[in-house]
């Protein structure tokens, strides 16, 4: 039976939907033991993550399907070990008028961005793009009421914390993306 259940996995790159059992219990008392045992996550009811399937391949997956995308927030401040925090979505962004079909798993968070936050900060990494450490210290501060103020904090002590950082160029961002003031209030508190 865990073949079976193995298969699924494969098939869907890492995911299953408890949808596509149908009515077989066995396979739902079999998902039930691999998430005791710690094989399998549960990402949200429904939904059910294989701990095993390659995180590289994932990136570079959700990358293909969202082509142009730009992994931004929790998935860069994760990257740049901004936060402890692991989101069990993909968070990317693309512009502002574009529109993608996304399958059901991976999921993945779209943000429609106007050119001025879209092309400040984009680098690349393994076959994927993503925003750089400043503009996603920027975007914690842009979305701070959003995300949370904990994790805003998080994300900017650890940034300081860094010994890549590159001070003058966030304070670039930070005018460019009109968040220079919250982020000295920051800077100030934090150092």
């Known amino acids: 039976m865990e073949e079976t259940l193995t298969d699924l996995f494969r098939k869907n790159k890492g995911y299953v939907q408890t949808k596509d059992f149908g009515r077989n219990r066995q396979l739902f008392s079999r998902l039930k033991d691999m998430v005791a045992s710690g094989k399998v996550e549960k990402i949200k009811p429904g939904l ?16 293909m399907i969202v082509p142009k995308g730009i992994f931004c927030l929790f998935s860069a401040w994760q990257i740049h070990e901004l936060t402890t ?8 962004a693309i512009p502002h008028k574009a529109r ?8 993945i968070k779209l943000y429609h961005w106007s050119e001025r936050y879209l092309e400040t900060g984009v680098e690349t990494r393994n ?15 842009r979305f701070r009421n959003k995300v949370g103020l904990d994790i805003t904090s998080e994300v900017v002590k650890n940034y300081l914390r860094q010994k890549d950082r590159n001070l003058n160029k966030l304070i670039q961002y930070a005018q460019k993306l009109k968040v ?3 982020l000295n209030n920051y800077l100030t508190v934090l150092v």
């Open 100 to 107: 993608i079909a996304l399958p059901t798993y991976p999921p």
């Open 85 to 92: 925090h692991i989101s069990s979505v993909f968070h990317l």
């Open 180 to 182: 220079e003031k919250q």
């Open 127 to 141: 076959n994927f793009l993503l925003y750089d450490k400043e503009k996603s210290v920027c975007d914690a501060i």
């Open 48 to 63: 059910y993550k294989d701990i095993a399937y390659s995180q590289k391949e994932e990136w570079e997956e959700v990358a």
